[in-house]
């Protein structure tokens, strides 16, 4: 075994193998960049080198920098992770000629999966189903626009050097195939530089199961079950779990045997993950196959007990597998849910700033949590903004959902816009629990998720309404508690009128929508612990309200509400003036809007359209004085490693565009000035 190895990585995955190389003995070297100089990885491997600047193209990308600090530290072995350099043949190669052990697969297994069209060619020679599909090497859009007539649509675009969603594009008719391909092979140049395309027919109701293999040096090769990674977004994991729902024995042996055919086929060495397409009929394709451990192994490892990385070090070093495929034993059901800095109401569009408030839920046997930051780091623009992976496990499907859901509503992450309450509304939905999932889920149970249905919208808000009246009633009364006159008139929440009901009048906000909330107060409770009454009237309906705070704190209240005679209890977020309501059927979102007391009116119809963030300006489709339709694109930007439409918000005209394809542009930067075409 080794004594020292190199982790080639940042963040969550460096800290994840760092753990298991602790506990083997084995010393650790982390690489950092500007941006991670104070990274949770730093702080916990036992040595760190600076390999350079923030960007990964000028630091974790660069394979002799990091050699380099292999050789300097004396690391005999350097474990890429995932991303950055995992699947990169040269860098295999070169670790190869200084004697150092690359941990992963090797040189020959990396170049015949590097390539989506060349490992489709090598598993058809296999007897490996494929999705019928265009592999050839005539790139030109004319012939790849007649495979995809020729298959009919929909179809999907690759790009062969691709993976994480980059490249990709779902084309639905013929008169969508020239605008896709363009994007999709200038996605695939920016994130590969090689645009080189192939084209498969599309399935619509598709399952993604992949099969994590393992193969040793001595010829020995398994399959450790499966894992159902359906749920996506823009081609990237959203909820993993494994084993995969609905499976019988029979289908797992026979995709898990084909797999380990996949990696034979290409002598494959150590931990990799082949990919398939499950059909409705149970038919399964062949997708593609990673060379190297998966951001969701963990779901793999809860279910079979088994270190990946451990079994990663161990077959790098020439030792033979742990454990025989006989040994193997499936155990109970794990989900993974990926923490994003993200915003899934503004079509999941990355976010940065400080982790401000990081509060996660209790770490068990059933709940685990990977992560790379810690409260207070900031989350980069030039990196990934996954924050942490939530793994849970119970002994079936059902019970491990419920721990899922439970752990999602103790998550508090506060100063930067997250994607927790989305997972839960995702975890917490009638289809998911009925595992009525394929490829398309979030797409079909859109308005499901988003809670986009007016009715329901309306139940929950007398909730928000009643839990901002008892917080501010509580608050008054500790601020009463520490005066030195308690009982002033001034402490008094309760709304008093001369000759008038006690009444307030609140706003709240649901995804940019205001609703006046009418409250009249029907008696005081005497503080904590006593329910308080009132009647709530929103849009002419009424509520008879009464709710008590069954714990108070900054940042997490539970409150027990009886409406119209239905009661139950809820779980609540509170930060500022935004309220969470964590419900049996979703997470609900309010904004309190505070009373305008006086803002200059600016009726202004010139406009400009700002940079959502610090980015890279990929393509100016606009000019100085072209009038455009709502909802026309107008530029296109690239910030941490996704595309980003910019669209016109109404019809108009541009006045003036201020930057140029290459460009970086920094996040609040006027893209264009806009002027409105005002209606008479």
């Known amino acids: 075994m080794f004594n020292k190895i190199l982790i080639a990585n940042r963040g969550e995955i460096a800290c994840r193998i760092i753990k298991t190389a602790k506990k083997m003995g084995v010393l650790t070297v982390a690489v950092y960049s500007d941006a991670d100089k104070d990274s949770l990885h730093v702080h916990i491997a036992d040595e760190a080198i600076y390999i350079g600047p923030s960007p990964s193209r000028e630091s974790y990308l660069l394979g002799d920098n990091v050699i380099a600090a292999a050789i300097k530290t004396g690391a005999q072995a350097i474990h890429p992770g995932y991303g950055f350099l995992s699947e990169n043949a040269d860098f295999c190669r070169a670790c190869s000629a200084k004697n150092i052990t690359f941990i992963g697969p090797p040189v020959g297994a990396i170049e015949a999966m590097g ?37 009919g649509y929909p179809v999907l675009l690759k790009a062969t050097a691709g993976g994480g969603g980059k490249g990709m594009r779902q084309v639905w008719s013929e008169q969508e195939f020239a605008e896709g ?33 393992f193969c040793d040096n001595h010829k020995n090769a398994v399959y450790l079950f499966e894992r159902d990674c359906s749920v996506q977004r823009r081609h990237q994991k959203v909820i993993e779990e494994a084993p995969a729902f609905g ?56 279910i079979s007990g088994q270190d990946l990385v451990e079994w990663q070090l161990r077959v790098a070093a020439g030792e033979i597998l742990p454990k025989t495929q006989q040994q193997l034993v499936l155990n109970g059901h794990a989900f993974e849910a990926r923490i994003y800095a993200e915003d899934a109401n503004n079509d999941f569009l990355p976010a940065t700033g400080k982790l401000s408030l990081l509060q996660t839920p209790i770490e068990s046997e059933h709940v685990r949590i990977d992560t790379g930051v810690r409260q207070g ?12 992976k939530l793994i849970v496990w119970d002994e079936n499907r059902d019970k491990a959902l419920k721990r899922l859901s439970k752990a999602l509503s103790e998550y508090r992450i506060n100063g930067v816009t997250t994607n927790i309450d989305f997972l839960y509304n995702l975890a917490t939905s009638k289809p998911f629990i009925e595992e009525d999932i394929d490829t398309g889920f979030i797409e079909k149970n859109h308005d499901l998720i988003f809670h986009d249905n007016a009715q329901e919208l309306l139940n929950e808000l007398p909730i928000a309404a009643l839990y901002l009246l008892l917080s501010i009633k509580e608050k ?3 601020n009463a508690q520490q005066s030195n006159d308690p009982h002033s008139p001034w402490h008094n929440t309760n709304a008093w009128r001369l000759n008038e009901a006690h009444a307030h009048s609140l706003v709240l906000a649901h995804n940019d929508t205001e609703y006046t909330v009418e409250v009249e107060q029907l008696c005081q409770s005497k503080g ?58 979703g997470v609900f979102n309010f ?32 000019k100085a004085g072209q009038q455009v339709s709502k909802d026309q694109p107008l530029v296109i930007m690239e910030a941490m490693k996704m595309e980003h439409t910019i669209k016109a918000p109404n019809d108009g005209t541009i006045d003036e565009v201020f930057f140029q394809a290459g460009d970086m542009v920094d996040g609040g930067s006027e893209l264009l000035s806009f002027t409105e075409l005002t209606k008479e």
């Open 115 to 151: 390539s989506k069209s060349a490992a489709k060619n090598i598993m058809a020679k296999a007897n490996v189903p494929l999705v019928p599909g265009y592999h050839g090497d005539d790139q030109s859009s004319a012939i790849l626009k007649q495979a995809a007539d020729d298959m």
């Open 181 to 213: 391909l363009a994007a999709a092979k200038r996605e695939a140049m920016s994130s590969f530089g090689d645009d080189t395309m192939l084209v498969e027919k599309y399935l619509t109701q598709p399952r993604h199961v992949e099969i994590q293999v």
């Open 247 to 302: 499976m019988n024995e029979e289908l797992r042996a026979e995709m898990g045997e084909s797999a380990i055919k996949s990696a034979q086929a290409i002598g494959y060495q150590g931990a990799g993950t082949v990919e398939f397409l499950l059909d409705v009929d149970g038919s399964f394709y062949f997708m593609e196959m990673n060379t190297r451990l998966q951001v969701e192994h963990p779901v793999t490892e809860m």
């Open 377 to 388: 780091d900031e989350v980069s623009v030039y990196y990934d903004p996954m924050i942490a």
């Open 476 to 478: 008054a009364l500790q």
């Open 528 to 585: 904590q612990g006593s329910d308080a009454h009132y009647l709530i009237n929103i849009d002419g309906k009424q509520f008879d309200c009464q709710g008590t705070l069954t714990s108070t704190s900054s940042q997490n209240d539970g409150m027990i509400v009886n409406i119209n005679g239905h009661r139950s209890q809820t779980t609540i977020s509170f930060d500022d003036e935004n309220i969470s309501l964590y419900r049996a059927n």
């Open 591 to 622: 904004t309190h809007i505070l009373p305008d007391y006086g803002q200059l009116d600016n009726d202004d119809s010139h406009g400009g359209l700002t940079a959502p963030m610090n980015g890279t300006m990929v393509s100016v489709l606009v």
